[in-house]
């Protein structure tokens, strides 16, 4: 199996049997065209950049990192590079990239880069690079060809005015930063002029907030400057936020312990937003009844699970499959959505049973006798009772594992 081989994932307690297996010629791994793999020590390091040199056909890497690490010269062969350093120094990684000719896209993740001098990215010369995330990263230079788009995020509140990132501000895609809502002001001002006002091609925008907003001090101009993106992900504690008539998202995300939202028109919302997904512990307001009222109103299908193991709730619509939560184009999701990576293989197997339910849902206390009960919300104590009512629509549910999903 390893000779044939095409996709790899490898465990740390499978990194020595695989290297002695290459090393004695018992098996090859000529064929070998995507590794996924963990790095946890020198051994395992050792085996990587061993294992890396007769890889000749390698076209994706994907590695989680958490010792400092010396790469070689890239192979020339590869074309998707995903190392994530959150844990460790990320070595002299920017000048080992500098060989790999063919690379199309770049996700480097992590918390430090190693010496000034190995703080440079000088990725200009890679005229393939397409796309290029960078989270968590700041480097001391950088370039990178001209019609490269950058995603950039996990920089809090940065400034990308500086001069590092000045040379590809016009490459910009994405950003993300910290929005602080404390005693009826907010952030939103600094955010956009030190994030978003800059790189003027930037359509797609990951909030994290830290909010003392109470439901009540909601401001109808919280969200002033963001309406024209193309995406937004919203995370936080407590998710509070006045949603206007004028955004023009495609996709949006709040994800959140506590989920508060006032919609100036819920019709345009749903008209508007192609993809919406939620997810909560408890809610404020009659936000969700709202939105499913309006969904059911335009025809729009959704779908929520049922109180997860960590005790989320999750929303989304249309129906299908809840939106992505990154949209970068180089990590390994976006590369597995694209269609240009596998998935890592997993032990599990698919476990379920499909459960059919022809009746109308219900959403008051009352079960209907024969039916399982829907989703229990958590509300806070204040909050209007039997705002659910009673659905017009068929609904089946999929339970696989400790999730329910319930597809309207």
């Known amino acids: 199996m390893l000779d044939t081989a095409e996709v790899l994932s490898l465990t740390t307690s499978s990194f020595d049997k695989v290297a002695d297996a290459v090393a004695q010629g018992s098996h090859s791994i000529a064929q070998l065209q995507q590794l996924c793999t963990e790095v946890t020590g020198s ?16 076209t994706i890497l994907v590695a989680s990192v958490s010792v400092k690490l010396w790469f070689p010269p890239m192979l020339k062969s590869l074309k998707h590079i995903v190392l994530d350093f959150s844990t460790a120094d990320a070595g002299n990684v920017c000048s080992a990239l500098t060989s790999a000719a063919a690379l199309q896209t770049l996700c480097l993740s992590g918390r430090k880069l190693s010496s000034p001098t190995e703080s440079h990215m000088i ?30 995020s996990g920089i809090g509140n940065s400034d990308i005015t500086k001069d590092v990132w000045k040379g590809s501000l016009a490459n910009m895609r994405s950003v993300g930063g910290y929005l602080i809502w404390q005693y009826g002001r907010s952030s939103m001002e600094n955010l956009l002029n030190r994030q978003l006002r800059p790189a003027k ?16 001090d909601m401001r109808k101009d919280m969200l002033q400057g963001i309406e024209h993106l193309e995406r937004v992900l919203f995370d936080g504690g407590d998710v509070v936020l006045y949603l206007p008539a004028n955004i023009r998202w495609a996709v949006a995300i709040f994800e959140g312990g506590k989920i508060a939202l006032d919609f100036e028109d819920v019709t345009k919302f749903v008209r508007t937003v192609r993809k919406f997904g939620a997810t909560f512990k408890s809610m404020r307001s009659t936000w969700l009844a709202d939105l499913r009222a309006a969904l059911t109103a335009q025809g729009i299908s959704w779908a929520s699970t049922e109180r997860d193991a960590k005790g989320y709730y999750k929303f989304w619509f249309p129906a299908g499959e809840y939106p992505a939560k990154c949209w970068c184009g180089a990590c390994l999701d976006c590369l597995v959505a694209a269609g240009q990576a596998v998935a890592p293989c997993v032990n599990s197997a698919l476990e379920g049973d499909i459960q059919y339910n022809t009746g109308p849902s219900v959403y008051e206390d009352e079960s209907v006798e024969g039916e399982d009960e829907e989703e229990d919300y958590d509300y806070d104590e204040d909050e209007e009772d039997g705002m659910w009512g009673h659905g017009n629509h068929y609904v089946y549910g999929i339970r696989d594992s400790d999730d329910e999903y319930y597809y309207n």
């Open 123 to 152: 990725l200009d010369k890679l005229v393939h690079l397409e796309v290029f995330a960078l989270k968590g990263i700041e480097p001391e230079v950088l370039r990178i060809p001209k019609g490269c788009r950058m995603h950039l």
């Open 201 to 216: 091609n930037v359509s797609a925008m990951g909030i994290t907030l830290y909010s003392e907003c109470r439901y009540e």
């Open 43 to 58: 051994a395992e390091a050792c085996c990587l950049l061993w294992l890396l040199n007769r890889a000749t056909k390698l």
